[in-house]
């Protein structure tokens, strides 16, 4: 029995922070694509909560072109 609350205490803290890196990533990639847009970087800070210190570094990466996505390769006929 003590080993199932065990057991549950450690897949909902895993949950957790699971959760919390999805949030945080999908936070960058908001302001990735603000940045990208153009808006103004004190904006992008008010709008996601991040610092501007995290907004600036990432300003430094939005520069970059964005990773392409593979598209599946088409069978031949």
Do not use: D, P, R, S
């Given at each position: 029995m003590k080993e199932s609350v065990?057991?549950?205490?450690?897949?909902?803290?895993?949950?957790?922070?699971?959760?919390?890196?999805?949030?945080?990533?999908?936070t960058k990639q908001l302001a990735l694509n603000m940045l990208r847009s153009n808006i103004a970087v004190d904006l992008v800070v008010q709008i996601t909560g991040l610092s501007?210190?995290?907004?600036?570094k990432l300003q430094k990466t939005s520069t970059k072109p964005p990773k392409a996505s593979k598209s599946p390769k088409k069978s031949p006929r």
């Open positions: 065990i057991y549950q205490a450690i897949l909902q803290e895993g949950m957790a922070e699971g959760i919390a890196e999805g949030k945080a990533e999908t501007l210190k995290q907004v600036q």
